[in-house]
């Protein structure tokens, strides 16, 4: 029989309300390995329940930031004992290697929770000088308090990391949360909702609810004690998202897709500007937000870069993860792998030249050839829209104003590598990109201490750093009349 997850909440297992399950497929072989709970709204109003309970009279309410400082260093501790644990449940429910989640994803995680409870105990406020009140002096400070109850929703391509970036600045905020992991990856979301337990986090602060999008999520996102949706994912569930915690004005944080551009110049370091494009586009088969896909490099050198990017493509070892010597696994689900061919296809139609990989033929599990193509155009679909797979195109340009404008024509706006050994050009072209984030020399340089997040379709607000923590909670004023 295969594994069954259930929810997490106030502390302790539970089944839907109605009993339903969700199988979760094994994207090497396509075979069930698991069951999940298929949440419903009941369950949600059950976990909501808790987590108000917890933000409003339970223990959790009258811990101070440095109690909550210590809680999330216990944790960040069994995080990182638990290291291959969760890095393995990732990794297996999206076919993907686990020596990167290893080395990425729970390293920044933990960096994410020790960060955070550093800021738990540092949430001041501000004393602001006034005129006074009709002539009276007074004091005026500011207090930040928790927001609320948070429903966090993540999506599937780095689920602890994703999910602890939203935990760890909410819970040193002082706030209770909801999470709603995607539906193939629940596994490390629960494993960390029993970390919160061992680590002593009273029960019901942290909850996780398993199950669809459009069922789940959306329950959370129109129930009315939730105050605050932390939302990563595609721009088109952030939209819906945005429609359902509309009515009510909660707060809504947006991270989305992107279309990022690494802009190489002819000056850059080939070898090490070849070598950041080709992580930029096959780490995690290219299933990450800020994957470098739209790859724009100066004229005279953009044949031989492209040839290069393509050989390195080729020379990837596509295969069952698990193995030695396989460097790509298959893409997440069988939706991705039609989306990601679908893309590839609309390359072919639309002129660009294909330098490696191509479509995939749909044999036993969804694997996806590395894909580059050359001589593209920004107008085409391959350089305008989230393929979110292994896929890139390299578009030629002339001038550095060129570049600039190919970079910011987009609808995306969340990152963008520069390669230059010109430092005075990379500074003049950070400064015009239209994104949240640049790295110069360095793709997606990601750190616990970095504001992360982006600008148009890619999203609204910011995770990390002190701002990130600041986002879980409101700036009360106080005003009190000092007559003399
Ligand atoms: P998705 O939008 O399909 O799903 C994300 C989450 O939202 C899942 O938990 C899903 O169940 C839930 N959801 C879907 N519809 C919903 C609705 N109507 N109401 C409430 N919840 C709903 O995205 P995905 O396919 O899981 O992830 C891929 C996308 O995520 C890509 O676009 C990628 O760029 C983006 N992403 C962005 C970042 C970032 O930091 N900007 C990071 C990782 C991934």
Request: hydrophobic content about 45%; overall charge negative; proline content about 6%.
């Amino acid at each position: 029989m295969s594994h069954y997850l259930k929810h997490f909440i106030d502390g302790a297992e539970a089944e839907a309300a109605d009993g339903g399950r969700m199988p979760l497929l094994n994207p090497v072989d396509e075979r069930e390995y698991a069951t999940a709970a298929r949440g419903t709204a009941e369950d949600i109003d059950r976990a909501v329940a808790a987590a108000h309970v917890q933000l409003t009279t339970g223990e959790w309410s009258k811990l101070s930031g440095a109690q909550r400082a210590r809680l999330l260093s216990q944790l960040a501790d069994f995080v990182e004992r638990d290291t291959d644990l969760l890095a393995d449940m990732d990794a297996n429910a999206i076919g993907r290697s686990p020596m990167e989640p290893r080395m990425m994803d729970v390293p920044n995680a933990v960096a994410n929770l020790r960060a955070a409870a550093g800021w738990a105990n540092q949430l001041e406020g501000r004393t602001i000088p006034t005129s006074g009140y009709m002539g009276v002096p007074t004091l005026s400070y500011t207090v930040r308090e928790p927001i609320g109850v948070v429903g966090a929703i993540v999506p599937w391509n780095s689920p602890l990391m994703i999910t602890c970036w939203k935990l760890a600045a909410l819970l040193a905020a002082g706030c209770t949360v909801v999470v709603k992991p995607a539906e193939e990856t629940p596994q490390s979301a629960l494993h960390l909702a029993a970390l919160c337990k061992e680590a002593g986090f009273p029960d019901g602060v942290v909850n996780v609810v398993t199950g669809y999008g459009e069922t789940v999520g959306r329950a959370l996102c129109e129930h009315p004690d939730v105050a605050k949706i932390s939302f990563t994912g595609s721009p088109e569930a952030g939209r819906a998202i945005q429609r359902s915690a509309g009515p009510l004005f909660k707060r809504v944080a947006l991270e989305l897709g992107g279309k990022s551009p690494q802009i190489v110049f002819d000056d850059a370091s080939f070898e090490e500007a070849l070598r950041g494009c080709a992580l930029g586009l096959f780490v995690n088969q290219g299933q990450v937000c800020a994957a470098g896909s739209r790859i724009l490099v100066q004229r005279g050198i953009a044949q031989r870069f492209a040839s290069a990017l393509a050989e390195a493509a080729s020379m990837v070892n596509v295969g069952n993860p698990r193995q030695p010597g396989v460097q790509m696994g298959p893409v997440a689900k069988k939706q991705q792998f039609e989306r990601v061919n679908r893309y590839i296809q609309r390359g072919l139609e639309e002129g660009a030249e294909l330098l490696a990989g191509g479509v995939s033929s749909p044999d036993q599990g969804w694997f996806v050839k590395p894909t580059i193509f050359a001589n593209a155009t920004n107008s085409m679909a391959i350089a305008r829209e989230e393929i979110f797979g292994p896929v890139g195109t390299v578009i030629p340009f002339d001038t550095e104003e060129e570049a600039i404008a190919l970079a910011n024509d987009s609808e995306y706006g969340l990152a963008a590598t520069i390669w230059t050994q010109d430092l005075t050009r990379a500074h003049r072209v950070a400064a015009k990109v239209k994104v949240g984030a640049v790295g110069v020399n360095c793709w997606s340089p990601l750190d616990a201490n970095l504001p992360w997040g982006g600008l148009k379709s890619s999203g609204i607000g910011r995770e990390g750093g002190l701002a990130g923590a600041q986002a879980y909670t409101e700036e009360k004023v106080v005003t009190v009349l000092l007559p003399s």
